[in-house]
């Protein structure tokens, strides 16, 4: 199996900075995506950024210029760091990997539990 570890939320003013990690673990093969979604709610969950193989690092127009996504191989980990936030940003932010498992051809899509962004006017 694969575990996806999330850190980081909280509450925050508008135009501060968060920090997301996340870190996967488990019987990872290689992982083809990796990132953030986040939903709002009454909305349906969304991209925010990631990271997929073969095709780079894609992110929402909303936060473009704002949020930067960066990877440590080694470590499996992701992190999405989050400037000049607005209160649009307020959501549940989930982190999102997509995996081949050792021994597997199919690749499995493994979603974190979820943390609280919170961003007051």
């Known amino acids: 199996q694969v575990q996806l570890v999330e850190s980081g939320g909280g509450l925050v003013q508008a135009g501060g900075s968060l920090r997301l990690s996340c870190a996967a673990s488990?019987?990872?093969?290689?992982?083809?995506?990796m990132g953030w979604y986040r939903q709002a709610p009454g909305k349906e969950r969304e991209l925010v950024a990631g990271?997929?193989?073969?095709?780079?690092?894609n992110y929402a127009d909303s936060v473009k210029g704002r949020f930067t996504l960066s990877g440590d191989s080694a470590k499996n980990t992701v992190y999405l760091q989050m400037n000049s936030l607005k209160p649009e940003d307020t959501a549940v932010y989930y982190c999102?990997?997509?995996?081949?498992?050792?021994?597997?051809?199919?690749?499995?899509?493994?979603w974190g539990q979820g943390t609280q962004v919170t961003v007051s006017s």
């Open positions: 999102h990997a997509r995996v081949q498992r050792m021994g597997y051809v199919t690749q499995y899509e493994y």
């Open positions: 488990g019987s990872i093969f290689r992982l083809n995506a």
């Open positions: 990271i997929f193989s073969g095709a780079g690092t």
